[in-house]
């Protein structure tokens, strides 16, 4: 059985000369290449160790790849902090997909990641097969955008991973109530590196904020349009049952404004599910079985 151990760590070139990391599971009976690849693409100060909850439950029969967009994790950081931007990640994306000669995939995209989803239907529509878009939509509720807004970029340092975890808990009652300590000691070993002074950092660039320094960084463009893209394509919309990103009426208009859309609800989580939840598994594993 396949585990979130078993990958190999992958590399290609961005258009502007970066040299970005993924995570290949391809470990399990899917190698004949008859289905296509889960690729999962990750939040704004996230990377590919996100998803090894969706590496447990589904490489055993589906390759799936993990994605460290630019800046973050073992992907080089940009030399121009303004091209930390969802239309460059769609390039990168593209990128990768010629890297991997990839025809067919299916989307999971988080937060930031499910906004690359929207966008690529734009442009790379044809191959995509299928999208799951995690806790986001073309309305960004202000709320949780605020809220990002102050917390990332800020540099934070902790001297253990306890420290760490009881810092990112600070607050974190708006996304994971139900956390124990060692939930958060998870959480942070997920999105925290030890740096080379022996500090546990958070592993992405500071630089990733500017962009929300300039009015519409966050998304860049009106996503309704890109939204409207995955109209042929199976999507499924997996929504925080207390999140401040997605609302309730975001998300029924989400699944109103396509054909084949549905909407999954998680109890009790904000943004954003972590994907090892009984509901999130049972959802996407629903979803899976008609993309087959």
């Keep these: 059985m396949a585990s979130a151990a078993d990958y190999k760590d992958g590399y290609w ?14 470990q399990g009976t899917h190698q004949s290449d008859e289905r296509p690849p889960i690729i999962c693409l990750p939040g704004l100060t996230r990377n590919c160790r996100d998803f090894a909850p ?16 630019r800046g973050r994790g073992e992907s080089a950081y940009a030399k121009d902090p303004m091209s930390y ?29 499910g906004i690359v989803t929207m ?56 996304m994971f109530p139900d956390y124990t300590l060692n939930d958060w000691i998870g959480f942070a070993k997920k999105c925290c590196k030890l740096s080379s002074s022996g500090r546990i950092i958070l592993d992405y660039d500071n630089r990733i904020s500017e962009p929300f320094k300039v009015q519409g960084g966050e998304a860049g463009v009106d996503l309704w ?22 609302s309730a009426e975001t998300a029924e208009k989400m699944v109103k404004q396509l054909r084949k859309a549905t909407l999954s609800t998680i109890k009790n989580v904000g943004h954003c599910p972590a994907l090892d939840e009984k509901d999130s598994v049972a959802a996407i594993a629903q979803f899976l079985s008609v993309i087959k």
């Design 13 to 26: 070139w961005s258009n502007d000369g970066l040299r970005l990391h993924y995570r290949d599971y391809a």
């Design 54 to 69: 969706v590496a447990d439950a589904f490489a055993d029969e589906w390759r799936v790849i993990t994605v460290d967009f």
């Design 85 to 113: 931007v969802p239309l460059t990640y769609v390039q990168d994306l593209e990128a990768l997909l010629a890297e991997l000669n990839l025809e067919h995939y299916i989307a999971l995209g988080t937060s930031l990641g």
């Design 119 to 174: 966008l690529s239907s734009a442009t790379i529509q044809r191959k995509m097969v299928g999208a799951i878009i995690n806790d986001i939509g073309p309305d960004i509720d202000p709320r949780g955008l605020e809220r990002i807004k102050n917390y990332v970029g800020q540099g934070r340092s902790y001297e253990t991973w306890a420290h760490a975890a009881r810092g990112l808990s600070e607050g974190g009652d708006i």
């Design 225 to 246: 349009p890109a939204f409207k893209g995955l109209s042929d394509i199976p999507t499924l919309i997996l929504r925080g049952e207390i999140s401040d990103i997605l």
